[in-house]
């Protein structure tokens, strides 16, 4: 089966491999689409903290059972979708069913090779039938899922005035579900051409680009207040420290994204404001389930969130181009 790896940062091979043998209570998929996420791109130019190479990366995919284990809920020819968080299920965290940020975590396309190949094994509970969604929207569930986990950990209510920063994915994925609560939510970037998508796709109440007057710009669209909520997506360690200015007193601020460094912040600023700091890590079923059941009432603009596609045999050529800020990529999605 074609598979396509990267044996180090900056080299993509494709090549042959035998196809997998499933295990007693896993189930052996036929990989349908594969979304390309900004930990596949850290992977690609060796910025993700938790890996080591060589690796078959992708960890957003869809797929059709191909074998299930005997009594299994699901059944050869089963449309699914992956919860790509293989978790212990014994740890302190999966005891207090936060299975996403389980002491013993294996990330498909991260701890273990994933979705960039034709065939994958799977354990059968990480493995969801895809009902009501097609493959494309099924490969999509996971970006969306960070995106809900993180608007769940910080209770967004209607009456809250939200700020994203970053509209990568991620920050995209924020929004829509900051909305879909009902808050006001502002987007903060560099990127005018995202910022614009934000507005146009997912239906901003306000967006702000980075500059000189951003913070002025920020003050006047909430009396001076700034925001209940803040969610960073940057993966920018300066603008994760940057954000705390923008919590109101009595906010919370949310760090999606996450980078190698340490962050720091004042403890005057903060305590001032009582602000409530918060980690948001992958997502759980729970928030996979919310991202199906807003697909399936037709809330997620999944078609234009899915900018690109490409063959699995032309990722080695294509995928470092879809780093160049210029061709405008926010979900790229690798048919199998
Ligand atoms: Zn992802
Ligand atoms: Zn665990």
Not at 98 to 104: A, D, Q, R
């Given at each position: 089966m074609l598979t396509v790896i990267c044996e180090t940062p900056g080299t993509l091979s494709a090549l042959e491999r035998t196809l997998p043998v499933r295990g007693e209570n896993e189930v052996l998929l036929r990989v349908k689409r594969v979304g390309v996420c900004g930990t596949d791109l850290h992977i690609f130019t060796g910025n993700q903290p938790y890996l080591a190479y060589p690796r078959v990366m992708g960890h957003e995919l869809s797929g059709v059972i191909e074998e299930a284990p005997e009594g299994s809920h699901l059944v050869a020819g089963d449309a699914v979708y992956v919860m790509p968080y293989l978790s212990c299920g014994h740890c302190i965290a999966c005891r207090r069913g936060?299975?996403?940020?389980?002491?013993?975590i294996q990330v498909l396309g991260v701890h273990r090779d994933g979705a960039f190949t034709e065939y994958l094994t799977v354990p059968e509970q990480f493995v969801h039938k895809a009902e009501g969604i097609t493959l494309d929207q099924a490969a999509m569930v996971e970006f969306l899922a960070i995106g809900a986990h993180a608007v769940r950990r910080a209770d967004v209510k209607a009456e809250e005035r939200v700020l994203v920063v970053g509209t990568g994915p991620i920050g995209m994925a924020v929004l829509t579900f900051a909305k879909l609560r009902g808050a006001t939510v502002t987007a903060l970037d560099t990127r005018a051409d995202r910022l614009a998508f934000c507005t146009k796709q997912l239906g901003a109440d306000a967006v702000v680009q980075i500059g000189e007057h951003d913070v002025e710009q920020l003050s006047a669209l909430t009396e001076g207040?700034?925001?209940d909520v803040v969610f960073d997506a940057t993966g920018n360690p300066k603008a994760m420290e940057r954000g705390f200015q923008f919590i109101a007193h009595g906010g919370k601020y949310v760090l999606v994204s996450i980078v190698r460094d340490s962050i720091t912040f004042s403890d005057p600023e903060f305590h001032k404001r009582e602000a409530t700091l918060l980690a948001s890590r992958n997502a759980t079923a729970e928030d996979f389930d919310t991202v199906v059941k807003a697909m399936r009432a037709g809330h997620i603009p999944d078609q234009a969130l899915n900018t690109h596609r490409l063959a699995l045999a032309d990722v080695p050529t294509l995928f470092s181009g879809l780093l160049n800020p210029g061709a405008g990529v926010v979900k790229a999605i690798v048919e199998c």
């Open positions: 936060k299975t996403n940020c389980c002491v013993n207040d700034f925001f």
